[in-house]
């Protein structure tokens, strides 16, 4: 490990982690309804360019407003570590921040599809108005079986989700600042 650390631009980049999820429900095994999430999580796009970035040794941009979420803190680090600090708090303020992996994309299955809670689904529904990330998949769902490709990116510091559901017959769907009542990678 110690061998990384000389390179902290790069510490976590290429870091996921596979996940899965079934969901199984029914009176009986022949007619049950099943659900499968099979999916990875990793750096957001916006996050790996920044990492690339700083691994390259590119100078920040002349965009004051744009957040340089991972590029500011790294070259803090940097400056401290020229003036003889290996590992000071700003790396360690990069390397928590380069650890974050907000990017969900999943593979959903599912199979002869019935309510699960009916009075759950409209109670939700009530309180949560706008929709979260489960509302925003069910709205896809058409038909008792089918599958669909979801790719979910959450910003640092941001309360929202950037989700693109494309169904099977292959179209693309859009969905930005989603609220993330219910999201599997908050941040």
Same mark, same amino acid.
């Given at each position: 490990?110690? #061998? ?6 790069v510490f976590h980049?290429g ?7 079934n ?14 999430f099979?999916?990875?999580y990793?750096?957001?796009d ?8 700083n691994?390259? %040794?590119?100078?920040? #941009? ?6 340089y979420?991972?590029r ?5 680090c ?5 003036? #003889?600090? @290996?590992?000071?708090?700003?790396c360690?303020k +990069?390397l +928590?921040?380069?650890?974050r ?14 309510p699960l809670? @009916? ?8 309180v949560?108005?706008? %929709? %979260? ?9 058409? #038909?008792?079986? %089918?599958?669909?490709h ?5 910003? @640092?510091?941001e309360? +929202?989700?950037?989700?693109?559901v494309?169904?099977?017959?292959g ?17």
């Open positions: 490990r110690l #061998g990384r650390l000389n390179n902290l631009a980049e870091k996921d982690i596979e996940s899965q999820l969901l199984h429900y029914g009176s009986n095994c022949v007619d049950q309804s099943s659900i499968t099979k999916g990875k990793t750096h957001t916006d996050e790996e360019k920044q990492i690339r970035e691994a390259e %040794g590119k100078p920040l #941009g002349i965009n004051r407003m744009k957040k979420t991972l500011r803190p790294y070259k803090k940097t400056e401290h570590q020229k003036r #003889g600090v @290996p590992l000071n708090f700003e360690m +990069y +928590y921040y380069t650890s992996l907000g990017k969900l994309t999943t593979d959903v299955e599912y199979k002869n599809l019935k809670f @009916p009075m759950l689904l409209k109670y939700y529904k009530k949560h108005k706008e %929709g %979260g990330f489960l509302s925003t998949l069910a709205s896809h769902v058409h #038909g008792p079986t %089918g599958k669909l979801v790719v979910s990116q959450v910003p @640092p510091v309360k +929202y989700s950037d989700i693109v494309t169904t099977e017959d179209h693309s769907f859009h969905h930005d600042h989603v609220p993330i009542y219910s999201h599997f990678a908050r941040a």
